[in-house]
């Protein structure tokens, strides 16, 4: 039987932890930022089983982490954080997802919200003509197969080659929008044939395009450093990835990789992992950054439809349509952290979690601020810009959450909510919107998800985060 001392228990607030004793597996605690709320919902769903199995993983150091979104995935839950010793560490493609760099973009625009309101219903359609949505579908852009390997290599560097993206874009990307590692002859002709018609593309499921009007600004200072508009101001909001091309190379990989090792050791066969160091491991790796690349690319290419649409309905010119940020929340990375006193070279996964640096820990163009960490709500609620704090950096590796976080699953979803209803509450509060299908408006109800006010009041209160601005949708697209 446990000790008292190995129960789990709430160190503060909106801190629940499960100490490294409460399993003889384990290697390490696992961390819960959440309340009472989230810690039952993720006992109930199994999510804070999956974190317990992660804190079982060879070399993790530090803790396991959940955000305030946490919910169940695919070997970690959504919302996780785990970082492995770089010289003898291993990678889980179960700790970044199919998805790969599914990842949220914010555009500011020069509108304000009235005349926003006035022709938003001309604005989303122009959007939705001009952006592809739902599941499978073929962008207006269609990259040569030939052509492909350019941009896996190059990510955005191969956007602002061709027009497509500014140098401004390319310094407002998490890693320029490309990421050197990555190694387009480890990505197969399966996932490069997946890929090739749907850059420019949202794709389906909770991927959407929002067009916000800002509510409120929490930080005056750092709202005007980041570029975005006063409140009563208009952003734009995208949420995609790397479509079915990421989701080959996790297939292509996790297949690989349980038809060479021997699963019988996990906690989970679907936290099957590699050596970062050995052969499979380095492939994975420079996989899934050109995975990474393309989905870069393939926000910037929306990005560039979004400005053509607000420039035919508004007649604003391109350049006026300045980028905040785009940031990545399913992701590998090598970057260093002080663990037990002392700075290590980690691989730090992050599964439906936004890095998060502090002012004192930004390079770039953000450094001395910290940069713009952007997590979006459902449909029907709010939005938020927030930065790191200084303490984040060791208590979560410099992560935070990166949106509301599943209440219900799809399924349950398609249960509770009808068509009817969805309509109305949107129309009710004045949300013009347009789906790729029903059964997506559906699953993706505003309900569907967490309250986004509390999440981003747990992680403030965590000391995970401080708000920036907060906006509310006028218009969506869904995929």
Known sequence: MNNQEDQPRF??????????????????????????????SSWADGSAKQLINVSTLPSIVGQAVAMPDIHGGYGFPIGGVAAFDYDTGIVSPGGVGYDINC?????????????????????????FQNVPSGLGNRGKFEVPIREMSLVLDHGMEWAAERGIATEDDLKRTEENGSIGSADSAKVSNAARQRGKS??????????????????????????????????????????????????????DYIKKLSSRKNTGGLRDPQLIYAEIHSQEGGDYLAAMSAAANFAFVNRALIVHKVRQSISRVFGID?????????????????????????????????????????????????????????????????????????????LSFGSSCHGAGRRLSRHNSART???????????????????????????????????????????????????????????????
């Not at 490294?20 to 390490?28: A, F, K, P, Q």
């Not at 500011?108 to 309101?117: I, T």
């Not at 350049?319 to 090598?334: F, P």
């Not at 909510?417 to 299908?437: A, H, M, N, P, Q």
Request: proline fraction near 4%.
């Open 11 to 40: 160190e503060g607030k909106y801190r629940y932890v499960i100490p490294s004793g409460y399993d003889r597996d384990m290697r390490v605690p696992a961390m819960i930022y959440g309340d009472q709320e989230t810690v039952n």
């Open 103 to 127: 990842g949220v973009t914010l555009l500011s625009v020069p509108l304000n919200e009235s005349e926003a309101r006035n022709r938003i219903q001309d604005l989303v359609d122009e959007v």
């Open 198 to 251: 749907q850059l420019g593309t949202l794709g389906a499921g909770n991927h959407f395009l929002e067009v916000q009007a800002v509510d409120e600004i929490f930080e005056q200072r750092l709202s005007k450093i980041y570029g975005l508009p006063e409140k009563g101001g208009v952003t734009v909001m995208i949420h995609t990835g790397s479509r079915g091309l990421g989701h080959q190379v996790a297939t």
């Open 318 to 394: 391109h350049e006026e349509c300045k980028l905040v940020y785009s940031i990545s929340h399913n992701i590998a990375k090598v970057e260093e952290h002080f663990v037990d006193g002392r700075r290590r070279k980690l691989m730090v996964h992050r599964k439906g979690a936004t890095k998060a640096f502090s002012a004192d820990s930004t390079e770039g163009m953000f450094q001395g601020t910290g940069h713009p960490v952007i997590i979006p709500g459902d449909m029907g609620s709010a939005s938020y810009v927030i930065t790191g704090t200084p303490g984040n950096m060791t």
């Open 417 to 479: 909510f009808r068509e009817s209803e969805v309509l109305k509450r949107l129309e009710e509060d004045g949300i013009y919107s347009r789906f790729s299908t029903k059964k997506v408006m559906i699953e993706e109800a505003p309900g569907s998800y967490k309250d986004i006010d509390k999440v981003i009041e747990i992680a403030t209160g965590s000391r995970l985060g401080t708000p920036v601005a907060r906006m509310k949708p006028m218009g969506v697209v869904k995929g």
